[in-house]
Structures are given as structure tokens and as C-alpha cells.
């Protein structure tokens, strides 16, 4: 294992530093927006452009891939990405910034397919869960670290986007003097959205409110902290918390993912949120260690959401299908995720209070969670006994080619619906 996970070092260390300045990028422009003093809507409609960025990329910049290579693209994605985020220091127009969010989006997505393409090809079947855990123990660890470096500077300044630029570009270092050998892009599949969602309308509707809600949280978290008096400290300490909830509460959530049938786990998990976005309204009136600590526990409930639905939609259909599949649910998250800064910012407008971003975290996932229980009791949904479901994997929403990463994917291809998935269930927590 350690083998296998050491011949990555250089593109671990390129997901770390990337994800490090994405995640200091995306709150520090929140949080200079909230202190320009923008109203929340416009806010969420700016925040919002970055999730559109990642839709739209994510349909046409494996073309760049194919046509210069892994490394080039890698090095043109790196550089939009570097000077998107300086820009932001140098032209503080709102307008202006709504564009560089659209262009950070596509650029990012690019950097994503890169590094996934690259893990894909050069890992051994029996090493792709070994490899895609360490990938998302990477990413939320960079995400985290980034919060904590609004700390290293005057968020008021231009020097944060600047070192946003430095972590960025230095990024791109590994990757350039990396032996490994050129990866080829595999092949986008085609996939029919409303089949699919008439076959797992669990797994594509739980996509959507992981979009609607984990984005509201990266896009308005630091509005919410900033109008209810957090310093800069304490905010950047407030979304670590969160992000890194999300991360330790992958492997227990998936256990018992893989032990209970699915679709009472998300909605319970959905009760869950709901209740714990409207214990945070209080706790964030109390002490602010103890706030943090709940927000931990909220993170760690939206953030796996996601891959439980993932999981979910796995369930049902075949080795052949999981590419295809895994590309529709990505699309349902950033359909959500698009959405989602847009409606948290209104309720905190309609609702004149900042607590609105977590009043509409609540009332996302309570409605999911009532469908979901709703369609149980209707029966209108197919119930896959425990040993037959597919294996949990902590995950988050990436760009398609995570799919092809995905370990699931390896598993016997001869295996029908409805049947045991064959012997590899190496991600799973049985």
C-alpha cells in the first residue's frame, strides 16, 4: 500500500496545494464581498457564476486535454486559474468578479480532469481505493488548510489573492517534473438523464440536495460569519471545522451505509441535517467552541450526503453503467450546486436575518428527506437488500473523470443487477 500511495507523491502534493488555494480563494471572495456590503442575493448570484463554470467546463475542456496533453493542459488551466485569482486583487467590480468566478469554474474543472485522468490511468485495479481515498483525504485536508490562511494576512488587502496565485501556480510543479508516463483521457460516455433518474430517483434527487446545500456553504458560510460578528479568525476556524467534519464523518457514515438499506440512511440523514441546522442557530448565539464543534457535525452530515446517493444510484445498476451514471449524478450536483447560492442568499434576504442560510439548509434537506420516506412507504422505489448494495467510497464532486477512478468500476463485469457485485469491495466498510 505505502508503495503504491508514495509513487503518487507528486500528484498528492499538486491536489493538496490546489485544493489549498481553491478553498482560500472561494471564501475570501465571499467574505470581501459580505464586508464590501453587498446584499446576500447579489452575493449568492456572483458565487453562484463558479458553479456554472464547473457545468460548462466539465463538458468541454477534455478536449483541450486530448489535443495538448496532460501536462500542457495542466500548465494552461494552472495559469487561467493563477491569473483569475490576481485579477480579483487588481479589478474589485462585482460584475467583473461574476465573469472571473465563470472562468475559474471552467479552469478549475480542467485541473480536476487532469489529475483524475492521470490517478485513472496509472493505477492498478487493486489499488483504486487505496489511491481514490488518499485523493479525498487530499482534497478536504487542502480545503481546510486554506481557511486557516485567511489568518496570514489583511483580508481587506490584495496580498491573499496573490498568495491564492502562489499556491496555484507552484501547483503546477509537481505535475511538470513528474516522470510518469502521458496518460490517455478516457472516453466521455453518453448517458440518458431521464432513464436513469426514473431508476434511482434517490441517488439523482440526493445529488441535487448535496449540490444545493454544500454549495450554499462555501458560498454563503462566510457571509452568515461575517453579519454575525465573527473576526477573521474565528470564521476561518468556523469553516475549517466544517469542511474537516465532512471529511471524519466519511468513514463512519459509510459503515453504516453499508449495513442499513440506503435509502433510510439518507433520510435520516436528511432529518439530521435539517434538525442540526436549526441546533446551530442556537449554538451560534453560545460559546464558539462549542458552535464549531457543531458546525463539525454539520459538515460531516451535508458533505456525505453526496456520496451515500452516489453510493445509492450504485446500487442499482451495472459495472457498465457506472461511468455513465456517475457523470448524470455529477450533473444533478452542479445543477444543485448552481442553485444553491442563489436560493440560501434569499431566504437570508427574505428572512432579514443571517440565520437564513441554515433556515434553508433545513428546509432542503427536510423536503429531501420527506420525498425520500415518502417514496419508501409508496413503495414506488426498488429496496436492494444489504448484500447486494455496491460499496460505500468517501467522495466529493469532483469532475467525470472521479468516475472513471471510482474502484466500483472494476468490480466483475458478468455480475446482474440485483446480484452481488463480485469479490472486490475493498472501499467498503462491511
Known sequence: MVSTLVSFTTLFSAVLLLMTGVGLLGTLISLKLTMAGLSAPFIGLIMACYFVGLIIGSIHVHRVIESVGHIRAFAAFAAVTTAVAMLHGMIATPAVWAVLRFMAGISTIGLYMVIESWLNE????????????????????????????????????????????????ISLVPVAVTQSIHPQVPQAQTFRMATYFRRAP?????????????S?????????????????????IFMTATIF??????????????RFDRTAVLAVLSLLVA?????VVHASRGSFWLFSGVMAIFGGL????????????????????????????????????????????????LSGSPHGFLY????????????????????????????????FLPMKSTSIMAAHLDPRSDIDEAAPVGEPKGD???PSYH
Open 202 to 214: 434517490v441517488g439523482m434527487l440526493g445529488c441535487f440536495t448535496a449540490g444545493l446545500i454544500n
Open 302 to 349: 451535508i458533505f456525505t450526503i453526496y456520496p451515500v446517493a452516489v453510493a445509492r444510484a450504485h446500487d442499482l445498476f451495472d459495472r457498465k453503467d457506472i461511468v455513465p451514471v456517475s457523470s448524470c449524478l455529477l450533473l444533478s450536483f452542479g445543477v444543485g450546486a448552481a442553485v444553491g447560492p442563489v436560493g440560501a442568499s434569499t431566504v437570508m434576504n
Open 245 to 258: 467534519g465532512g471529511l471524519l464523518l466519511q468513514w463512519p457514515v459509510g459503515i453504516i451505509s453499508d
Open 424 to 426: 472486490l469491495r475493498e
Open 122 to 169: 496509472c493505477t492498478e485495479p487493486a489499488a483504486r481505493g487505496r489511491v481514490f481515498s488518499m485523493y479525498m483525504i487530499m482534497s478536504y485536508l487542502g480545503m481546510s488548510i486554506g481557511q486557516q490562511l485567511l489568518n496570514t494576512g489583511d483580508v481587506a488587502s490584495r496580498e491573499l489573492f496573490f498568495l491564492v496565485g502562489l499556491l496555484i501556480s
Open 360 to 391: 434553508y439548509a433545513a428546509a432542503v434537506a427536510a423536503a429531501y428527506g420527506a420525498v425520500v420516506w415518502f417514496l419508501r412507504q409508496q413503495e414506488k422505489i426498488e429496496i436492494v437488500p444489504v448484500a447486494d448494495q455496491a460499496s
Open 216 to 236: 450554499a456553504f462555501y458560498a454563503m458560510g462566510p457571509v452568515f460569519g461575517h453579519q454575525i460578528q465573527m473576526t477573521v479568525a474565528q470564521l476561518s
Open 275 to 279: 434538525m442540526v441546522s436549526l441546533f
